[in-house]
């Protein structure tokens, strides 16, 4: 199968997020670049919703680059807080960024609530040029809830807390294939191939 595209540049500069997509990725014969490889700057994410940051940095790293790009905007969001921290997941305890104090300031937030359920969620935007008329989305979502105390040595971000209801175990006590599979990310990247796929039929 041939992809419309031998070279993509992922707009993120998380590293942990890079991981996920390029191992997600590999099968497609597709040569992944991190923006930061390209001196690409952190886009701006002014908007309320994921999908409008996603195609907001999407965009500035295809204009930075001439390169098709693949952005990710994805948080965790807690019923009880309303959805928060959302899409001020990666800053919810502000600057400079802090996935320890982000998740004190998640477990302080939930102290007195016993509704602990949450989900991780996740938009893909992809843009063949920073234009692109029809750019290619694709969402998925991670039911859990959120525990008192972290587990688990492994991933990013708010994962220590995050427990998948299936499994019995934290985002960061799950082997790195086994995640990649049922996260958020791996939802949202599999009906984003699948598109890339009918692209290229």
């Given at each position: 199968?041939?992809?419309?595209?031998?070279?993509?540049?992922?707009?993120?500069?998380?590293?942990?997020?890079?991981?996920?997509?390029?191992?997600?990725?590999?099968?497609?014969?597709?040569?992944?670049?991190?923006?930061?490889?390209?001196?690409?700057?952190?886009?701006?994410?002014?908007?309320?919703?994921?999908?409008?940051?996603?195609?907001?940095?999407?965009?500035?790293?295809?204009?930075?680059?001439?390169?098709p790009a693949?952005?990710?905007?994805?948080?965790?969001?807690?019923?009880?807080?309303?959805?928060?921290?959302?899409?001020?997941?990666?800053?919810?305890?502000?600057?400079?960024?802090?996935?320890?104090?982000?998740?004190?300031?998640?477990?302080?937030?939930?102290d007195s609530?016993?509704?602990?359920?949450?989900?991780?969620?996740?938009?893909?935007?992809?843009?063949?040029?920073?234009d692109d008329?029809?750019?290619?989305?694709?969402?998925?979502?991670?039911?859990?809830?959120?525990?008192?105390?972290?587990?688990?040595?492994?991933?990013?971000?708010?994962?220590?807390?995050?427990?998948?209801?299936?499994?019995?175990?934290?985002?960061?006590?799950?082997?790195?294939?086994?995640?990649?599979?049922?996260?958020?990310?791996?939802?949202?990247?599999?009906?984003?191939?699948?598109?890339?796929?009918?692209?290229?039929?």
């Open positions: 199968m041939t992809m419309p595209f031998q070279k993509l540049v992922i707009a993120s500069g998380n590293q942990g997020k890079l991981k996920e997509i390029q191992a997600l990725l590999a099968p497609l014969s597709i040569e992944v670049l991190p923006q930061s490889a390209l001196n690409v700057p952190e886009a701006e994410e002014p908007f309320v919703t994921f999908v409008e940051n996603a195609l907001a940095k999407a965009r500035h790293a295809s204009r930075h680059t001439g390169l693949l952005a990710d905007d994805s948080g965790i969001c807690v019923n009880a807080l309303q959805g928060a921290p959302g899409v001020y997941s990666a800053r919810y305890a502000g600057e400079p960024k802090s996935d320890q104090r982000n998740n004190d300031k998640l477990l302080q937030s939930l609530l016993h509704d602990r359920h949450a989900y991780y969620y996740c938009v893909m935007v992809l843009v063949r040029h920073a008329p029809q750019p290619l989305i694709a969402e998925g979502a991670w039911q859990g809830e959120i525990l008192t105390t972290a587990r688990g040595e492994g991933g990013f971000g708010y994962d220590p807390l995050f427990l998948d209801a299936k499994t019995g175990q934290t985002a960061a006590e799950l082997p790195a294939e086994i995640k990649n599979r049922i996260s958020h990310r791996g939802h949202a990247l599999t009906k984003l191939v699948q598109q890339l796929e009918r692209l290229a039929l």
